[in-house]
């Protein structure tokens, strides 16, 4: 059966390998970088920049000490689930060790490859996606005329899982787990928030 899926898998993932977007490939060469471990420090900050936008409107917050530390608070939690998503994939990469994708002769702009050593299973920065993804949509819900901005974002896991395909580093079935792991990540990530808040 698990043969079966991994021969479905890389024929499946082997028509996103072979894709050429030519002009269009500027946003998935973002996609594909902006959860990288290098850049977890920028998303993580990105945390406290919305804790203090959605938190200044709160009455119960008086002034800006509290506010500080609420969301210096949140994005602490945020970071400790960040690291221990990154613990997670490196042990499941090791210990269900998966070949990466071959990247062949297909031409992209930029190879996102260079950096990848581990396994390909599951796909870390699709799982950081959907941990960033699934927080900020529990955590700060938009209400009003702001509410379409959670579905702008809902759409980044889908592009970061499809980037990393493209870019040869994953196969879709890495990247579905992963959203899978980083979105079951995000729920208990909020549940610790909210014990201590």
């Known amino acids: 059966m698990l043969r079966k899926l991994d021969r479905l898998d890389k024929k499946y993932s082997g028509y996103v390998h072979n894709w050429d977007t030519h002009y269009f490939e500027l946003p998935f060469m973002f996609a594909g970088m902006i959860f990288a471990p290098f850049i977890v420090p920028f998303v993580v900050a990105s945390i406290y920049i919305i804790s203090v936008i959605y938190f200044r409107s709160d009455d119960s917050i008086v002034d800006g000490h509290k506010l500080f ?10 970071l400790l689930w960040v690291i221990l998503g990154l613990i997670l994939t490196v042990c499941l990469k090791k210990f269900l060790y998966r070949e990466r994708p071959n990247p062949g002769k297909t031409a992209r ?21 959907a941990m960033y993804v699934g927080y900020v949509l529990i955590t700060f819900p938009a209400s009003g005329s702001n509410s379409y901005l959670q579905y702008i974002l809902l759409a ?26 980083g979105f079951m990540l995000s729920c208990l990530a909020f549940l610790t928030t909210k014990a201590f808040y």
């Open 69 to 78: 530390n609420k969301a210096f608070a949140y994005t602490m939690i945020y």
């Open 109 to 129: 702009l930029m190879e996102l490859r260079w950096n990848e050593h581990n396994g390909a299973f599951p796909s870390g920065d699709t799982l950081q996606s």
């Open 156 to 181: 980044a896991v889908p592009l970061v899982a499809f980037s990393r395909i493209y870019y040869h580093c994953h196969w879709i079935g890495d990247t579905v787990v992963g959203a899978i792991v």
